[in-house]
């Protein structure tokens, strides 16, 4: 499995504190079954400032540490990006990392709010060939009253991720709820943990792919861990299956991201 948001880095945000803490994380995530995690450290959220040529350093020596300790784990670079008013001249200052080097730029909203001028941000950034995964939608409270919200920056070219602890209760029932509604409603595009400890909240990863299977079919397990080799790989995210006899929302799909 790939897991494309984790806070796994050690010292630079509120995920692992120190390589103990990494340590233990990798090897947790070998024991699910994942083998290569991408790091999405916070940054620009009013807390942490996790710039680009950081994270590549960290990552590379965190690599090499977990080689020296024989843990079969990969990490790729990456950031959670806050959306915030610098954020277009941030990435022209080369401030920002992608997910693995690919297209993808996963991105952070507000927890209480869709942010004013985000389906603009969306467009701006498809236009330049960037496409942006919005992280954990499930728990924006504009998102979770209404999920058109979300239909709204999908239409524009975002995708969304959701948290396995959201789709397993963790957050409570009401995020519990608008996470499985996203699913249905076919506005999810990516599974990931969002892991920041092995304990306080770890990878849960196969956990929420047996329950994806169990209420969604087969198919949108393939389709959710396809979508994670795509980012790997910076290949194309299909149409959910949800869409998939639907003629006209297939031609839209295609228009948008074919």
Same mark, same amino acid.
């Given at each position: 499995?790939?897991?494309? =948001? ?119 950034? =498809? ?132």
């Amino acid at each position: 499995m790939i897991d494309i =948001h984790t806070h796994i880095l050690p010292g630079i945000d509120d995920g692992a504190s120190t390589f103990d803490d990494t340590l233990q994380m990798a090897q947790a995530a070998y024991r699910e079954g994942i083998s290569t995690i991408i790091a999405t450290p916070h940054h620009a959220n009013g807390k942490y400032m996790n710039l680009a040529d950081d994270v590549r350093k960290l990552t590379a020596e965190t690599n090499e540490r977990l080689r020296d300790a024989g843990v079969p784990v990969s990490i790729a670079c990456g950031q959670e990006i806050r959306v915030h008013d610098d954020l277009l001249d941030a990435w022209h200052r080369a401030e920002l990392l992608t997910l693995a080097d690919s297209a993808y730029l996963l991105l952070e909203m507000p927890s209480s709010r869709v942010p004013s001028g985000m389906e603009e941000l969306v467009h701006e950034l =498809h236009i330049m060939g960037v496409r942006p995964i919005i992280a954990h939608p499930e728990r924006n409270a504009d998102i979770v009253r209404s999920p058109e919200a979300l239909a709204e920056l999908v239409d524009v070219g975002a995708y969304a991720q959701v948290t396995t602890h959201s789709l397993l209760g963790g957050f409570g029932k009401k995020i519990e709820h608008a996470s499985w509604t996203l699913m249905k409603r076919g506005l999810i595009h990516l599974l990931s943990s969002d892991a920041h400890h092995v304990e306080r909240r770890g990878f849960r990863m196969q956990e929420a792919y047996e329950a994806v299977e169990a209420r969604m079919g087969r198919e949108w397990v393939d389709y959710l861990q396809d979508n994670a080799r795509q980012v790997m790989e910076n290949g194309a995210i299909a149409a959910p299956p949800a869409y998939a006899a639907k003629g006209a929302a297939k031609r839209l799909w295609s228009r948008l991201f074919g």
